[in-house]
């Protein structure tokens, strides 16, 4: 399986709902980072997590990170329809530079 | 912020023949640049990695001699696909790594849609 998995593979929520989307990796990273994808378009950088930080904030975005787990979450809370969008989580492996490897993907649709 | 552009935004050519696409960082130098492969409904893909000034670093599976890629400058990184084939229709997408930073923020382009006929 890859380095990274995100579930779910697709998400539809209505408006003002809370989006939680999930990644697992397997390996040791130096960080991991999350990124939205627009339909056929290019990616635009979220938020940026270290290995030794376990949660940060920006905005509407929550992330976690459990490296015990090998795992991360993203919240966006009060869902606007403007949200919808592809979310990848990309790591950076430990020795691997700035080598990023992405994961699945959760498809997120917010409904009016 | 930092910008990456992408030329052409989409391209379609006969199988066989050669297609370039240009990466270029607008308003930063960039050292290190990407280049990563999406297939519909998938996930990005890396295939190479281009460093101004050597060589390029390429993935496993991945065929440097059908995917040449240059880095002619800080700015500039060019990836072209050599005698395409239908299989090779795919979304095209470079990020570049400010030479500044420290974050390993990588910075995308808007993507190549590239068909072969």
């Known amino acids: 399986s890859q380095q990274g998995e995100e579930d779910p593979q697709a998400l539809s929520i209505q408006e003002g709902e809370n989006a939680t989307m999930n990644c697992s990796y397997k390996?040791?990273?130096?960080?991991l980072q999350w990124y939205r994808q627009n339909s056929g378009r290019g990616l635009v950088h979220l938020i940026l997590?270290?290995?030794?930080?376990r949660e940060k904030h920006s905005g509407r975005l929550r992330v976690t990170l459990d490296t015990s787990k090998k795992s991360s979450s993203l919240l966006i809370t009060a869902s606007r329809a403007a949200d919808t969008a592809s979310y990848f989580c990309a790591t950076a492996l430990t020795g691997g530079g700035n080598k990023l490897t992405f994961g699945t993907g959760t498809q997120l649709k917010v409904e009016l | 912020g930092a910008v990456v552009s992408q030329h052409p935004s989409r391209v379609i050519c006969k199988s066989g023949t050669s297609v370039k696409i240009e990466c270029r960082s607008l308003d930063f130098q960039a050292t290190t640049m990407f280049w990563y492969r999406q297939f519909p409904k998938q996930s990005l893909m890396l295939m190479a990695t281009s460093n101004e000034g050597s060589k390029a670093t390429y993935e496993q599976g991945v065929e440097k001699d059908k995917f040449l890629i240059n880095h002619a400058s800080l700015t500039l990184s060019t990836l072209t696909v050599t005698s395409a084939h239908p299989e090779d229709s795919s979304f095209y997408i470079c990020s570049a790594l400010p030479g500044t930073s420290s974050r390993g923020t990588q910075y995308f382009g808007p993507g190549t849609r590239l068909l072969v006929l």
């Open positions: 997590i270290r290995s030794n930080e």
């Open positions: 390996t040791s990273i130096n960080n």
